[in-house]
T-cell receptor
Framework: GQNIDQPTEMTATEGAIVQINCTYQ??????LFWYQQHAGEAPTFLSY????GLEEKGRFSSFLSRSKGYSYLLLKELQMKDSASYLC??????FGAGTTVTVRA | DTAVSQTPKYLVTQMGNDKSIKCEQN?????MYWYKQDSKKFLKIMFS???????INETVPNRFSPKSPDKAHLNLHINSLELGDSAVYFC???????????FGQGTRLTVV
């Protein structure tokens, strides 16, 4: 089964850094995904971690600790267009409830 | 050349009706999914098919029946629609299980 937990909402200022945490409990593990979903649109893939450590991809980075059942998505140099929901997903693509990030000028 | 396409985009129907949502992917993927996203934005998996075989069937009323005529299609049929079925339904596909998923544009279902 799956149990994924992430904060409901976060607010940050343009140019700042925001870290979105995700904790998971899963009966089987084969990687941890992060997706971005803008209002009224479909989710789009951001990152995938299967090994412990930090994966950097431009302004976005994702970290995984399998022993702790913990991941985070780091958004740097925030832009207004980063205002969206960020969804953590685990085994068999079961999603968490998502974190709505609001970027303010 | 849309990768994952689902139709219709909007569907408004009365309680008690039966409706279908179609999904097709042209990516050559083995795995397809149906998700329901309610007003609280929680994206919940409903079904997953791998090579036309059902591999996930979450707790979903049996009024919902997926059908996969071939690897590129996964349609969702809903019988006796209820008000609580109103949501956005997303189809998705991935190369295989536990790999990056590509989502369709979503179908906004409104039951009145």
């Amino acid at each position: 089964g799956q149990n994924i937990d992430q904060p409901t909402e976060m607010t940050a200022t343009e140019g700042a850094i925001v870290q979105i945490n995700c904790t998971y409990q899963t009966s089987g593990f084969n990687g941890l995904f992060w997706y971005q979903q803008h209002a009224g649109e479909a989710p789009t893939f951001l990152s995938y971690n299967v090994l412990d450590g930090l994966e950097e991809k431009g302004r976005f980075s994702s970290f995984l600790s399998r022993s702790k059942g913990y991941s985070y998505l780091l958004l740097k140099e925030l832009q207004m267009k980063d205002s969206a929901s960020y969804l953590c997903a685990s085994y068999k693509l079961s999603f968490g409830a998502g974190t709505t990030v609001t970027v303010r000028a | 050349d849309t990768a994952v396409s689902q139709t219709p985009k909007y569907l408004v129907t009365q309680m008690g009706n039966d409706k279908s949502i179609k999904c097709e992917q042209n990516l050559g993927h083995d795995t397809m999914y149906w998700y329901k996203q309610d007003s609280k934005k929680f994206l919940k998996i409903m079904f997953s098919y791998n090579n036309k075989e059902l591999i996930i069937n979450e707790t979903v009323p049996n009024r919902f029946s997926p059908k996969s005529p071939d690897k590129a299609h996964l349609n969702l049929h809903i019988n006796s629609l209820e008000l609580g079925d109103s949501a956005v339904y997303f189809c998705a596909s991935s190369h295989r299980e536990n790999t990056e998923a590509f989502f369709g544009q979503g179908t906004r279902l409104t039951v009145v």
